[in-house]
């Protein structure tokens, strides 16, 4: 049985489903390898245009297996370097492909959201819980540290940093309810609407310019790390020209503007 599986739910709509439910989606070796795969394999895919990352059963993913020699090595790395470094960088190559493929990427939040499963959730473009989602930096409920996989990078730019302090330190829940408050999801709504409600936005955003979706993303990750405003709208401006000379878009969008119609863009 494989620990991930891809299938297309709409057109142009690609859904990465962590499943192993019996371990709520633990990052075994073999969960995670065939993940970066897959995140990768669906990148180069011409077809996908938005693509939905999410959890079999109850949970979106337990964190580090706690069961997995390969995982339990990160917490013994002393003797066991080799492999608790070949552990790591497997999770690191997987927020890694997150970011780097060039479609955005929704993590349909189904239920717990633990430890380097928080940094997974956290790693997504956008996130769209159901109601049983929660989460928990549970590095420090584990006697490390909770600043793992990009967490201390991502929580502080999405919630502000006295609530990521807060949240990291105490390794509370994070209910689904007071995620959507403080900005850690987009919203929230019932398990069974969950994977309807991620594809309708991912149908929507479908409908965009192919380019002008993945330089959107692009910029959006490198707005967070953009050392100012100034050098930042130099890096917009050029992307912007890059999309206007190389496609058709826009003399569509006007077209389409003058027709009263929606455009259909090409590129
Ligand atoms: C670099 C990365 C570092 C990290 O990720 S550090 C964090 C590591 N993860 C954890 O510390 C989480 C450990 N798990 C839990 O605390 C709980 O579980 C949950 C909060 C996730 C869920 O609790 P509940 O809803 O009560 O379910 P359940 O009965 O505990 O779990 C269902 C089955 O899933 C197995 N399981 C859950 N998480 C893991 C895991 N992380 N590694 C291995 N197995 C896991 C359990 O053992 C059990 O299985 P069975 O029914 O056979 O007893």
Same mark, same amino acid.
């Given at each position: ?41 669906? @990148? ?18 337990? =964190? ?42 929704? %993590? ?41 996989? =990009? ?11 006295? +609530? ?18 403080? %900005? ?18 991912? /149908? ?9 979706? !993945? ?7 490198? @707005?967070? /790390? ?9 890096? !917009? ?6 999309? +206007? ?23």
């Amino acid at each position: 049985m494989s620990f991930i599986q891809v299938d297309k739910p709409r057109p142009h709509v690609t859904r990465i489903t962590l499943n192993r439910p019996e371990r709520m989606n633990a990052m075994a070796f073999d969960v995670m390898v065939p993940l970066k795969e897959a995140l990768e394999e669906v @990148g180069f895919d011409n077809d996908t245009r938005v693509v939905i990352l999410t959890g079999a059963g109850e949970g979106f993913c337990s =964190g580090a297996d706690l069961e997995d020699p390969g995982y339990l090595s990160i917490f013994d790395g002393l003797t066991m370097p080799g492999i608790a470094r070949r552990a790591m960088r497997v999770l690191d190559d997987v927020i890694k492909a997150i970011h780097d493929m060039p479609q955005p990427v929704i %993590g349909a939040i189904n239920g717990a959201a633990i430890g380097g499963g928080f940094c997974l959730a956290m790693a997504t473009d956008i996130r769209i819980a159901s109601e049983r989602a929660y989460f928990r930096a549970a590095g420090i409920n584990n006697g490390l540290t909770a600043a793992e996989l =990009g967490l201390s990078y991502m929580l502080p730019r999405a919630i502000g940093s006295s +609530r990521a302090f807060e949240i990291m330190l105490s390794g509370r829940d994070v209910s689904a309810e007071e995620a959507d408050r403080i %900005g850690l999801v987009s919203r929230v709504v019932s398990p069974e609407a969950l994977l309807d409600e991620c594809c309708q936005l991912a /149908e929507r955003i479908s409908g965009f310019s192919q380019l002008g979706v !993945e330089m959107t993303k692009q910029l959006m990750w490198a @707005g967070l /790390e953009a050392g100012s405003q100034q050098s930042h709208m130099h890096y !917009e401006g050029h992307a912007q020209l890059f999309v +206007r000379m190389t496609t058709q878009n826009f003399e569509e969008a006007i077209k389409a503007r003058k027709d009263k119609r929606s455009p259909v863009f090409k590129d």
